[in-house]
């Protein structure tokens, strides 16, 4: 057997979302798996709706994620230059051996001319098929004019690696261009070019080009082509399994997730099981485990639901995974402003006492900002809470004044802490739901918080009883 060589081979038009990731991470997985190489090409033969930036915004996806490629614009390979734009001269080759075999022709037609033709077709109720309009005789093809492929239409039927067995009719099969009038090859060209010249033995893509692949078996025969092995990934669905994912159902590109603070081996792990499942429980998967275990046939056919409540699971299951040093590295950068005036010492506590609690970095920003800041009294935290709202200012004041008193003689220890606010249970008479939250929203000016004792540890005596002391002020007012 040939070596595996798997590619991604993304164009240029935006930036990385979860479908190309997929992509991308499959393809690479069966690479590895088989010991093989992955390859990042850029296609790039549409440079009117190129992004700047996205080439860039690429490669760095991949290489956060540690998708690594062995071949690649940047890198460079066997089989460079792996950007399309810079292919031209091969397929112009390619295109004049169509063209000498004649199963390649000049379009002679306007682009009205073609619109008028789909018109006539949709008003007799058919199929538009540019074959039907070919031209009986072209006149030598210089460049100016699109080539066009001059199909040989017959039924098919090919093996797909997700789908399974799959088939269609001759009517399927029609002249495509192969190169535009701008000289740039068209997607459907091009890809089957580099393909073979890349010695791609798997080609992984979207759902979205199965109805292609008749053509592009065409093509290859044409061409006198060995296809590879191909593999359609299902579709990501959105949060309600209803519709493909898209923007406005909430889903950020990957540097995007990074930078709020997922970690590269969660969205991985994510990615990788939407749609692909070992036949274990496990949902978290080293790279290793992705690696030995991935293989197409545990690809399911149907679309994938993105859940999002999924992938904050997993994200904070790493975390809490972490050894409190590595976590502290990791947040550098999500603390509140006010925390630069504070220690490393301090800080690092209140990380451990966040740590059970993260989904994702950019929450500590907020979620601990009332350790490095006093917060001005909200009176909406006790009139919506849904116990403290039937007392009235005097018992609540009552509470937070037998609670100055207890902990004025306390050293603020844990230990002590929990066994001066068990005290404080029996002498109140209150449930832990009441006096608790009220002091938590006395110290912390949030409706929660992490456990109470530990809390008021951290934070320390003295600026503990102020903002006791200040919320019984507000309640005075």
Sequence with gaps: MSPVRTRFAPSPTGFLHVGGVRTALFAWLVAKHFNGQFILRFEDTDQKREVEGAKDHL????????????????????????????????????????????????????????????????????????????????????????????????????????????????????????????????????????DHEMNITHVLRGQEFISSVPNYLNLHEALGIQPPIFATMPHILGPDGQKKLSKRDGARDVLEYIDIGYLPEALVSFIATLGWNDGTEQEIYS???????????????????????????????????????????????????????????????????????????????????????????????ISENKQLNKLSGGELKELLNKTLTKLQDS??????????????????????????SLIRIAISQAPSSPPLSETLAVLGKERALQRITDQISALSS
Excluded at 342 to 368: G, I, M, N, P
């Design 59 to 194: 490669i760095k996806s991949l290489k956060i994620l540690g998708i690594n490629y062995d071949e690649g614009p940047d890198i460079g390979g066997p089989y460079a230059p792996y950007i399309q734009s810079l292919r031209l001269d091969s397929y112009k080759t390619w295109a004049n051996k169509l063209v000498e075999s004649g199963r390649a022709y000049a379009d002679p037609y306007t682009a009205e001319e073609v619109q008028f033709f789909r018109k006539e077709a949709a008003e007799q109720k058919k199929p538009f098929l540019y074959r039907n309009h070919r031209p009986s005789k072209t006149e030598q093809w210089d460049g100016s004019k699109p080539l066009r492929f001059r199909s040989e239409p017959k039924d098919y039927a090919w093996h797909d690696e997700v789908m399974g067995d799959l088939s269609t009719t001759a009517d399927v099969i029609d002249d495509f261009v192969l190169i535009k009038s701008d000289g740039f090859p068209t997607y459907n060209f091009a890809h089957i070019i580099d």
């Design 287 to 381: 790279t290793s485990e992705l690696i030995n275990k991935f293989s197409l046939d545990k690809v399911q056919r149907s679309g994938a639901r993105f859940d999002e409540k999924r992938l904050n699971w997993m994200n904070g299951s790493l975390i809490r995974q972490m050894d409190i040093k590595s976590l502290f590295s990791s947040v550098r950068n999500y603390w509140p402003p006010e925390a630069a005036d504070f220690d490393d010492a301090y800080k690092e506590k209140v990380l451990a006492l966040f740590q059970e609690r993260l989904k994702y970095f950019s929450e500590l920003t907020e979620l601990s900002k009332f350790f490095f800041k006093d917060l001005p009294v909200d009176p909406i935290l």
């Design 411 to 436: 050293s603020f220890n844990n230990e002590e802490l929990i066994e001066k606010l068990n005290q404080l249970l029996d002498e109140t008479n209150q449930k832990p739901a009441v006096l608790f």
